[in-house]
């Protein structure tokens, strides 16, 4: 295993040179591009990841040019949740998710799926239903069955990793009071990945969450988990680290030993939603210590042979979901809003070129 590295000054120093930034500024879009990430990341043996928003993909002529050059994995931000592809009980909506698994096809890109179980983003009809009892326990079962089995199934041989349960824990470790809990209790995670792996047996199976990159409550209660399942016999294979840092909270602590603790359980492992984010207005300070929060989550993926795939959600602050959802924070990307290459981006281009 590699040894885990933190970036340092003179790392972000080169960064700096390398992407032709100065000051707080980020490289122009219209300059010459560098080696694409996916070229380096193929060198490395690693899967290197974007979010994919759909609309911006079918209207922005830049980040659809950008997604397919930089990227040789991509998620779906949104399109493959539950309200999307059901948003009428029997009536289903794959445009999105047929249109970005056929725009990976095209490229050359694999796919992860994104979510199949998860407390959030779930259509209106089946929250209404079992918050005013016309929906049971044994009949939301089924449909919760129906829907893990009808989506896998649409995309079998498709989607190489998929995130089957996501956002399970709380923060001190205790299972999140979902509805899934309420109603189906502690089983329908082990369920969920038994439909999953019966729909398509080649696809590998993950575990997701955030705040769970280094070692800490949240973090352990996965591990005993995955270790209980797996001693179960239940197909669980990988464990998925977001990776929603933020600059003003510090880097986690422990990456690499978590990482290694799931890998002795025979796992996957990944980070799959990467992105860092700051109190605005971004400065040169804020973004050299962006860039090393970047690269030391990727070196410590690529320091794991567990860790197959690094993805970030979403690479333009265009784009970014975090300024509607945190106040006065941004610039979490690797591009700004014209798709200038921040140091960000060069520390993740270095730590590719590297490799393991």
């Known amino acids: 295993m590699k040894k885990f590295r933190m970036p ?23 300059e010459p591009a560098p080696v694409p990430l996916r070229t380096l990341a193929e060198r490395a043996d690693l899967r290197i990841g974007t979010a994919v928003d759909m609309a911006a993909l079918g209207e922005d002529t830049t980040y659809r040019r950008t997604t397919g050059r930089e990227f040789n ?66 009949e939301l079962r089924g449909i919760l069955r129906k829907h893990v089995t009808t989506e896998v199934k649409r995309y079998k041989g498709r989607i190489q990793q998929w995130d089957v349960v996501n956002e399970v824990f709380e923060e001190d470790g205790s299972l999140r009071n979902s509805i ?7 089983s329908y995670i082990a369920d969920a990945f038994r439909w999953a792996h019966a729909a398509d047996p080649k696809a590998k199976l993950f575990l997701n969450d955030y705040n ?62 990467v992105d860092v984010r700051m109190i605005l207005p971004a400065d040169a300070e804020k973004l050299a210590t962006q860039a090393a929060y970047f690269r030391g989550l990727l070196d410590a993926c690529l320091g794991a042979r567990s860790c197959g795939s690094f993805t970030v959600w979403g690479f333009t602050d265009k784009y970014s979901w975090v300024p509607g959802v945190f106040a006065g924070q941004g610039a979490a990307t690797l591009t700004g809003e014209d798709f200038g290459r921040k140091p960000a981006y060069g520390a993740v281009g270095d730590g590719l070129a590297e490799g393991r």
């Open 8 to 30: 340092v000054v003179g790392l972000l120093s080169a960064t700096l040179l390398v992407t032709g930034v100065t000051s707080a500024q980020t490289a122009s879009a219209d």
């Open 73 to 138: 994995s991509v998620t779906a931000e949104n399109v493959m949740k539950w309200e999307v592809v059901e948003p009428t009980r029997g009536t289903y909506d794959w445009s999105g998710a047929d249109a970005l698994v056929r725009f990976a096809r095209e490229r050359g890109q694999v796919v992860r799926g994104h979510t199949l179980v998860w407390h959030s983003q779930l259509p209106g009809w089946l929250t209404t239903g079992v918050a005013d009892g016309s929906i049971g326990a044994g």
């Open 180 to 186: 899934w809990l309420q109603k189906l209790g502690p």
């Open 212 to 273: 769970v990159e280094g070692v800490n409550a949240k973090s352990t209660a996965y591990y005993e988990l995955a270790k209980r399942l797996r001693a179960e016999g239940v197909p669980v294979q990988g464990f998925g680290i977001q990776g929603h840092l933020a600059i003003q909270y510090g880097f986690p602590g422990d990456v690499a030993g978590n990482l290694a603790r799931f890998e002795r359980l025979g796992m996957q492992t990944a980070f799959t939603e």
